[in-house]
């Protein structure tokens, strides 16, 4: 059985939910945490949910196995697909993640607000609910293939795909570009160089590290002797684990 002083589990399809764990740690500098990036699948976002849904199981049993007493999905795609289906079939506390459009939503100043996710974060109820309550302006923008140039560390063709993306968009009457997909947070030093500074870039990984440390502390979960952070992944340890621990420093 799990207790206070059990991990707390933290994955995504790879790298990108490392820019989550950076914030999970500094919030929670005291816990102990197991990332796990599911490379060997990865992509998620452009895969039938169907598939993914059973990685995302497979990831799970494999963070149970190691008694984690919380899990964060690190990703806004395996929310959408698995999130509601794992809480109503488990017990330890899950916390997930969705586009941030609900605080853009709140600072949006008439312009329009881009939404940038995988195709399936945006095709899912769950954004469709969020984006029903506070799409107004909302213009929602798939990225197919955004996160495998993260993965390889393709900067250069990202600043590329972005500006291919934007030049449908007038950037003087957008107000904000919201990422809502945990790989592109790697991307915001790229972002705040192509878009013009009024632009607001959001993301949710300050919010999702306030809600796990708001659970834990409601079931008297929190640990104040950890300290550590362990990186697993489903894929080639070799070259993916020095790629992450690179990611998390910059994190
Ligand atoms: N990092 C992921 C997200 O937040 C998923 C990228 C993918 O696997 O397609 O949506």
Redesign the pocket.
Known sequence: MPDRFSPIGVF???V??VSVLGELARTLPYEDFLYYG?NLH??????PEAE?LGYVRGVMDHLIARDVKAVVI???????VAAAALRSELALPIIG?EPALKPAAEQRRGGQILVL??P??LRLPKFQALYARYGEGAVPLPC?GL??LVETQAFDQARRYLLEHFLAYDMSTVDAVVL?????VFLRPILQEILPPHVLILDGNAGTARQLARVLEQRDLLNRTGGSIRLETSGDSASVLPLMHQLLARA
């Open positions: 995504d399809s790879g990108g939910g599911d990865a992509p998620y976002g452009t895969k993914v690190a990703c806004n795609t395996a929310t959408s993640m996710a995988t399936m974060t197919p996160m495998e809502g997909c945990t790989h592109y």
